[in-house]
């Protein structure tokens, strides 16, 4: 795809071909996302990392959004189009209040734009580098989904993105059960966020937690988890291997 571009030098106008830009591969990108259900709405956890490629350049970037009255957006992935996301969204919001009809979109209404977006831009081979998590309450009843970056999307009672997806899931069926209180939903949000620090290079200890329920959407100041780094494993990680190294 190609735009022309008139260009002046003194005698005459030539056009010149400038080719159009994709994002070929994420930049600045966020970790995981962990989400759960609890009795009464939803809680969503994420750090406040930002990383260029392997180096970690930005620590006060918040991943997680409301949409509208009903719903908490969070994203890991690339920054830059989780804020395009977020502009459609805005303007999505703006185009429903506009019927002025005292309805407004709810978390499943959000949820199937959002797989349909980012579905389409797959299609054009020009992706979102985002994998999304969109909770919400509407009418009594918790939503919870999940879409990736080429548009695959489900519903599921608890949801994680990045390596929360291989590390904090087990946690997540051993221990949650749909009468967690606030207070349970945060531990174990805390215990998965703790887990994935030690795991994950990416993973900074600084995160908020986010919850949403009928009343809207809370998202916490960011905090720090106390950790302990004194196992053997991390203190002679190479104990046992094979060579001589």
């Known amino acids: ?54 180096t970690l350049r930005y620590k006060n970037i918040e991943r997680m959004k409301a949409i509208g009255k009903h719903s908490l957006l969070g994203a890991s992935g690339e920054i830059s189009d989780f804020q395009e996301i977020l502009r459609y969204l805005d303007e999505l919001v703006l185009n429903d209040n506009m019927w002025d009809d005292g309805n407004s979109l709810g978390p499943k209404e959000v949820h199937n734009y959002l797989t349909r977006v980012m579905y389409n831009r797959r299609n054009k081979f020009n992706p979102l580098w985002n994998t999304l998590v969109l909770g919400g309450v509407k009418n009594g009843e918790s939503y919870l989904g999940m879409v990736s970056m080429i548009g695959v999307s489900f519903e599921d009672n608890h949801v994680a993105t990045g390596f929360g997806n291989h590390l904090a899931r087990p946690i997540l069926r051993d221990e949650w059960h749909a009468d967690l209180s ?64």
């Open 182 to 245: 606030f207070e349970d939903g945060v531990k174990l949000l805390e215990k998965c966020m703790r887990v994935l620090l030690y795991r994950d290079r990416s993973a900074i200890n600084k995160l908020q937690i986010a919850k949403i329920t009928e009343e809207g959407v809370t998202v916490s100041q960011p905090y720090s988890l106390k950790t302990f780094w004194e196992f053997k494993a991390f203190n002679n990680p190479t104990a046992g291997a094979e060579g001589s190294w």
């Open 1 to 54: 795809m190609t735009f022309t571009i008139p260009i002046d030098n003194g005698d005459s106008v030539k056009n010149a071909e400038a080719d159009s830009q994709r994002t070929l591969y994420p930049y600045v990108t966020g970790t995981s996302i962990v989400a759960i259900k609890y009795k009464d709405g939803v809680l969503m956890a994420s750090d406040m990392g930002g990383s260029y490629g392997s």
